[in-house]
């Protein structure tokens, strides 16, 4: 019994962050009644939060633990395309604007590979230095395929991955920051740069 108390009063002392979520068009419109789902990446994609946005395009403000999260905005009947973003929480108050388009008429979602691709990628840091032991994650551009993945690089910056789909969003955490980039398997050359 002491235990569990113990693990309750240290759970109610890890602090934790504001992530106000707004939900518009590409004029940057506030868009009504999106439906917003929040996962929790680092707890096997928990879901955090499932809601509508107000008139304001908004959706009650979360008070999130520091991690990975994503945000997935999405629409009925399609008039609009689903918008899938990560997002890092860190000690400061954040703001996410999810932009989403117009569905078109018609066209091509993700192609799914057949079979294992594997590229070698390469981590760099802002200054050129390899960035060893950042994290990478990578999906299908839509995240519906379960297809998802973990990578770590190790001291060179580099790592092996597995190309999910056509193309593939590889989101990668270093020292508190977070990049996300679309990569193809006709990409020769496989080396990205940090924000």
């Not at 009644?33 to 959706?59: F, M, P, S, W, Y």
């Not at 008070?63 to 009925?76: C, E, K, N, S, V």
């Not at 594997?118 to 200054?127: A, E, P, Q």
């Amino acid at each position: 019994m002491k235990f569990l108390m113990v693990l309750v009063v240290l759970s109610a002392m890890t602090p934790s962050t504001q992530v106000k979520l707004v939900v518009e068009d590409s004029a940057g419109i506030a868009l009504k009644d999106e439906l917003v789902i929040v996962q929790d990446l680092r707890n096997k994609e928990h879901e955090v939060l499932r809601a509508l946005t107000d008139k304001d395009g908004q959706i009650p403000k979360l008070a999130l633990q520091p991690g990975l999260y994503r945000a997935i905005a999405t629409a009925p009947y399609g008039l609009w395309q689903t918008e899938v973003r990560e997002f890092l929480v860190a000690e400061k108050p954040a703001r996410l604007a999810l932009r989403v388009r117009p569905t078109p008429t018609h066209g091509n979602g993700d192609i799914v590979t057949v079979g294992t691709k594997r590229k070698k990628l390469k981590i760099l840091k802002t200054d050129g230095q390899p960035a060893s032991g950042a994290e990478i994650y990578a999906r299908d551009r839509d995240a519906t395929l379960h297809l998802e993945r973990w990578y770590k690089t190790n001291t060179h910056g580099e790592t092996e991955i597995e190309i999910v789909s056509e193309p593939t969003v590889v989101v990668i955490v270093f020292d508190d920051s977070l990049t996300t980039r679309e990569i193809r398997d006709k990409d020769v050359e496989l080396t990205l740069r940090l924000e």
